[in-house]
């Protein structure tokens, strides 16, 4: 469910349209699209916008109950992980729930992907920055 205000139209269009479970992916810039998922590029240079930019003010909009990231981002990316989970710790204090995190193999990550309304790309260009965001209720 939509909460605020985003600029990008299609973003906040696709937020808009989220019901509970729905999932949203924020993706690097090197995550393949599904054919038939939405690609919203923000890509414009190695780097911008950052992954951390595109989660926070996704996460502003949008109310979050659950969060799937690859498994592999714990080993090789720990410190994108860390800061993703810090992110999620007070992302639920400012919603006030619980949001569940749980972890796929990269190859499960991108099949589950197919499930998603779409796919927001990043310019991140550091290993596994993607997640998996999966819409809750605001009652």
């Known amino acids: 469910m939509k909460k605020g205000t985003v600029l990008n139209a299609d973003i906040s269009s696709v937020i808009s349209r989220l019901g509970h479970t729905d999932m949203l992916v924020v993706a690097d ?5 599904p054919r038939g998922t939405q690609r919203i590029d923000l890509a414009l240079t190695h780097g911008v916008p950052g992954f951390m930019q595109v989660v926070d ?4 909009e949008m109310q979050v109950e ?15 992980h860390e800061t993703l989970l810090k992110h999620i710790e007070q992302l639920q204090q400012l919603q006030g729930n619980t949001i569940a995190v749980r972890y796929l193999s990269h ?6 992907t197919a499930q998603a309304h779409a796919v927001i790309r990043s310019g991140e260009c550091s290993p596994y920055a993607n997640i998996i965001l999966c819409a809750g209720v605001t009652f």
């Open 107 to 112: 190859e499960q990550f991108k099949q589950q």
């Open 29 to 33: 810039a090197g995550l393949p699209v």
């Open 66 to 80: 659950v969060a799937i990231l690859a498994q592999e981002i714990q080993q090789h990316n720990p410190q994108l």
């Open 57 to 60: 003010v996704i996460t502003q």
